[in-house]
């Protein structure tokens, strides 16, 4: 049980983490003018950091996965 509301807590902030990030162009945001405006200067703190959350979140999102998987196997 515990897994499983921690693996929906995870795909909401996943999801969450992810919309927050900055479109990088040449996607689907190209083609309908999301493109049009560029960065001059490189990454932020902010968007280094960001990233770094995301793919620890996504990391927890994949383990909380593997985990209840594992959990569902055993008991069956």
């Known amino acids: 049980m515990g897994f499983s509301i921690a693996l929906i807590v995870f795909s909401l902030l996943l999801m969450l983490l992810v919309l927050m990030h900055?479109?990088?162009g040449?996607?689907?945001s190209d083609m309908?003018?999301?493109?049009?405006?560029s960065s001059v200067g490189g990454s932020s703190v902010a968007?280094?950091?960001l990233d770094r959350i995301t793919v620890v979140v996504g990391l927890l999102w994949f383990a909380?996965?593997?985990?209840?998987?594992i959990v569902m196997k055993v008991n069956n």
């Open 64 to 69: 909380s996965i593997v985990v209840l998987g």
């Open 26 to 28: 040449g996607g689907l």
């Open 47 to 49: 968007e280094r950091n």
């Open 32 to 37: 309908f003018g999301g493109g049009m405006q």
């Open 22 to 24: 900055k479109g990088k």
